[in-house]
């Protein structure tokens, strides 16, 4: 088995979602990006970001495809891949970072861990600094598309904790952790960018 993986969604999105962070970490030196997966998204966009220091992370029996991602980008704001398990916090890193990136994560971590996910970047960021979380969500219970639906019934039938997750339910887990929501911006393919902000 290739030890490098692919993931389409990866290069259907990869577009949009640079939109979004190119004018929102224009000051930022540093970035922890939660859940690389892959690595294709990290390897895409750190040569478009070069003041930025990427920094990907994983659990540990992924980081040898995101590595393969990283030589073959061969770009020297990219760092060294980090072991992250989210829900134990001594795994999570020191920084300092100016930002936090995470795409399609929320809907695949267990409940307990999107928390710790919360938790551990509140802890992370200084004031006024980016938490970009990219995936689906649902509002007030409500799916925002039949495809999204569709999709929530998909990740739940392989694993019972995956799920879209409601804004309103992240709202509340953001505000444990000293986050704010500051935008809301409406992605392809049903999909969204929160950008929740550390507070002052």
């Known amino acids: 088995m290739n030890p490098k993986r692919h993931a389409e969604a990866c290069e259907q999105n990869r577009l949009p979602i640079l939109g ?17 997966g ?3 998204h990290a390897a895409y966009f750190a040569p478009e970001l070069p003041h930025l220091a990427w920094h990907t992370s994983d659990l540990p029996d992924l980081l040898q495809s995101i590595r393969l991602w ?15 398990d989210v829900t134990r916090p ?10 936090v990136f ?35 969500f649902m509002y007030h219970g409500e799916h925002t598309s039949e495809s999204n639906w569709r999709f929530d019934r998909w990740i ?25 929501l500051d935008e809301d911006i409406e992605m392809p393919v049903n999909n969204r960018t929160l ?6």
């Open 195 to 200: 950008v929740w902000r550390a507070a002052p």
């Open 90 to 99: 001594e795994q999570w890193p020191i920084g300092p970072f100016d930002a």
């Open 20 to 36: 979004v962070l190119k004018p929102r970490l224009k000051g930022a030196a540093s970035l922890l990006e939660i859940g690389s």
């Open 102 to 136: 995470s795409a399609n994560t929320a809907h695949i971590l267990p409940p307990d861990a999107v928390e710790a996910m919360f938790l551990g970047v509140g802890r992370l960021l200084p004031p006024g600094a980016p938490f970009l979380l990219y995936g689906p």
């Open 156 to 180: 739940r039938a392989f694993e019972a904790h995956r799920g879209v997750r409601d804004v309103v339910w992240l709202h509340q887990l953001a505000a444990r952790a000293g986050l704010r």
């Open 38 to 40: 892959t690595g294709q």
């Open 70 to 84: 990283i030589e073959e980008a061969d770009c020297a704001n990219l760092r060294e891949p980090i072991a992250l």
